[in-house]
């Protein structure tokens, strides 16, 4: 009895140790895949997954990067490759190049990477692909708008709008006729992937304006035509006559309908002749000053006629022969509220030289502060001389008057510009302003001060300096018959200036150069030009504050050559030939001996 009830109990406990090593087995292999899909999920984590194409571009396995520039070299080959299309009755061509076409990376790089991790280990293990990507590009609408239009006229029967003719007595009504045309829709559709070919369907095309519209314009352009119509401002009538507005009439497409305008140059022309004496020109805010002070000169408005608005009214209140004169305000480019903001309050250098009244220098110089005067420098900008008064020339207000040119006084148109130079150079000199580029005279000229002066020419040299405070500046000049003085207008800041200027040294006598000069008589001489002041070497400073702190330091070397005289002298004389001497008498000849005459005859 003790067997077969031992036999019975084992059964169970055999078939549960089975199970147990079954299910040890499933989870073992369970846990070796998730293992494995972990590992390739680490492994694949930065890569696009195997398989994967883009543009008939593999990329599976590339990192993104990686695959944006293998993306990237083929997208730029299919952009020049020619693109052919079939039409019912030939082909054409284009590129990607002339559609200024541009792929869409971004888009085809999110589309690769869809599926996640899933996808990636199925592909790893064979099992699977990625996904194939189609590459988009991107179209500029107006090529591929000419385009279309191209292929409406190689393709297509493009249709006629309605229109109105208007002639110098009657008008006439062009009737609108249905066309065909390229389907632009599909055109653009099919051409986003850059297709090698592509064929065209030819669709029935409605013209955009229909007979009933301009046959509607026509009867608002007949009774626009049928008087006499006027435009007042006040007592100030500007009439348009019938044939005038003839002349005028315009039509356009507006609002779902064609609409009739009239030709805004031509109108303003026509209503200018009667009211163009009540326009007037915006005026920029200016800056005045008065001693030490400056202040703002308020901008104003100007007001023009508004010939868009008195068109409306013409061509849409077809009852009324006198319509009103509208106006619209212009704005001036520099205002009032911009003025003040540059917040220029008080002056902070003025320098003044003088000069003999009434030489043709004169004239130069006055012209010039003329155009430089209220010249306004925003912080951290520069000014250059040169660039501000433009090449000196007659038609710009100069004359001629002399000025130095290699070591002797000459006359040019401009002359006396130096002048103006020395002052603008001393003004920014004591507004402590940065000193960019300056050049001494060749001669010392009394005139000014030693060494801390500037000359100027068209090509060079230059004066350029400077607003390196943070205020913006205002030049003001005022020239008068014998001066001209240079005020700058800024805030002070604390600025101060001290300089310095040290006794010449190093002399150098003029001595006197001669020239040749064959047109002058052989012998003559010529004095061209007197000797001048001496040559010599100065130094000057200049220190400038800002408060108590120094923020430059400066120290400049000048050295001026002598004003040499110049003397022309003519070819030499020519020697005279030596008089000629009288022939010396010679002695008479001697008979010969008789024995040695000469028989005679023979």
């Given at each position: 009895m003790s067997g077969p009830f031992m036999s019975v109990a084992t059964r169970p406990r055999r078939r549960g140790r089975r199970a147990l090593v079954v299910g040890a087995v499933v989870v073992a292999v369970l846990v070796a895949l998730a293992a494995a899909v972990g590992l390739v999920a680490l492994l694949e984590r930065d890569n696009l997954t195997r398989g994967t194409t883009i543009g008939g571009v593999g990329v599976g396995g590339l990192t993104e990067d990686e695959a944006r520039t293998a993306v990237s070299e083929a997208a730029a080959r299919r952009v020049t490759r020619p693109i052919t299309l079939r039409g019912p009755t030939g082909t054409a061509a284009?590129?990607?190049?002339?559609?200024?076409?541009?792929?869409?990376?971004?888009?085809?790089?999110?589309?690769?990477?869809?599926?996640?991790?899933?996808?990636?280990?199925?592909?790893?293990?064979?099992?699977g692909d990625g996904p194939d990507v189609p590459l988009s590009f991107r179209l500029a609408p107006v090529p591929a708008a000419r385009l279309a239009n191209r292929l409406d006229q190689r393709f297509g029967d493009p249709p006629r709008d309605a229109t109105v003719v208007v002639g110098t007595e009657s008008l006439r009504v062009v009737e609108a006729r249905s066309g065909?045309?390229?389907?632009?829709?599909?055109?653009?559709?099919?051409?986003?992937?850059?297709?090698?070919?592509?064929?065209?369907d030819v669709v029935s095309a409605r013209p955009v304006v229909s007979t009933a519209e301009a046959e509607s314009a026509a009867a608002t352009i007949e009774r626009l035509l049928d008087g006499t119509r006027r435009v007042r401002?006040?007592?100030?009538?500007?009439?348009?006559?019938?044939?005038?507005?003839?002349?005028?009439?315009?039509?356009?497409?507006?609002?779902?309908?064609?609409?009739?305008?009239?030709?805004?140059?031509?109108?303003?022309?026509?209503?200018?002749?009667?009211?163009?004496?009540?326009?007037?020109?915006?005026?920029?805010?200016?800056?005045?000053?008065?001693?030490?002070?400056?202040?703002?000169?308020?901008?104003?408005?100007?007001?023009?006629?508004?010939?868009?608005?008195?068109?409306?009214?013409?061509?849409?209140?077809?009852?009324?022969?006198?319509?009103?004169?509208?106006?619209?305000?212009?704005?001036?480019?520099?205002?009032?509220?911009?003025?003040?903001?540059?917040?220029?309050?008080e002056r902070v250098s003025e320098f003044t030289t003088y000069y003999a009244c009434c030489q043709p220098r004169v004239t130069n110089i006055q012209r010039a502060a003329e155009l430089l005067d209220g010249t306004v420098l925003l912080p951290r900008t520069g000014f250059s001389l040169n660039e501000a008064l433009g090449k000196r020339t007659e038609a710009n207000g100069f004359v001629s008057a002399p000025q130095i040119y290699r070591g002797r006084l000459e006359d040019a148109v401009g002359g006396g510009i130096s002048q103006i130079a020395t002052t603008l150079y001393n003004a920014a000199f004591f507004a402590g302003l940065k000193l960019v580029a300056h050049q001494a005279h060749q001669f010392y000229i009394s005139r000014y001060p030693m060494g801390r002066e500037a000359t100027v020419s068209w090509g060079g040299p230059e004066l350029i300096f400077r607003n390196d405070w943070p205020a913006a500046l205002l030049i003001k000049l005022t020239a008068t018959d014998s001066s001209i003085t240079v005020s700058m207008f800024s805030r002070k800041l604390g600025r101060r200036v001290k300089t310095t200027t040290g006794e010449p040294y190093a002399p150098i006598a003029p001595r006197t150069i001669t020239v040749s000069n064959p047109s002058l008589p052989p012998g003559a001489t010529s004095t061209v030009q007197d000797a001048g002041e001496s040559g010599f070497t100065v130094q000057y400073t200049r220190e400038v504050f800002r408060g108590a702190e120094r923020i430059k330091d400066e120290h400049?070397?000048?050295?001026?050559?002598?004003?040499?005289?110049?003397?022309?002298?003519?070819?030499?004389?020519?020697?005279?030939?030596?008089?000629?001497?009288?022939?010396?008498?010679?002695?008479?000849?001697?008979?010969?001996?008789?024995?040695?005459?000469?028989?005679?005859?023979?």
């Open positions: 284009t590129t990607g190049a002339e559609l200024r076409a541009e792929p869409k990376l971004h888009e085809a790089l999110e589309a690769a990477e869809d599926g996640g991790t899933a996808k990636r280990v199925l592909a790893r293990l064979g099992l065909t045309s390229v389907d632009r829709v599909a055109l653009r559709r099919g051409l986003r992937t850059l297709p090698s070919s592509l064929r065209l401002a006040g007592d100030a009538v500007a009439t348009l006559t019938p044939t005038r507005l003839r002349t005028l009439v315009r039509t356009q497409r507006e609002e779902g309908a064609l609409g009739v305008t009239l030709d805004p140059k031509g109108l303003a022309a026509s209503l200018r002749v009667r009211l163009g004496d009540l326009e007037r020109p915006p005026r920029d805010a200016t800056f005045a000053a008065s001693g030490a002070r400056a202040r703002v000169v308020r901008s104003q408005f100007g007001q023009e006629l508004a010939v868009e608005r008195i068109a409306r009214s013409l061509t849409h209140n077809l009852d009324s022969t006198i319509h009103r004169a509208w106006f619209s305000r212009t704005e001036p480019e520099f205002t009032t509220a911009d003025a003040e903001a540059l917040d220029i309050r400049y070397t000048v050295r001026y050559d002598a004003q040499n005289a110049i003397v022309e002298i003519g070819p030499p004389r020519r020697a005279r030939p030596p008089a000629a001497e009288p022939p010396e008498e010679s002695p008479p000849a001697e008979e010969p001996p008789a024995d040695e005459a000469q028989p005679p005859g023979g």
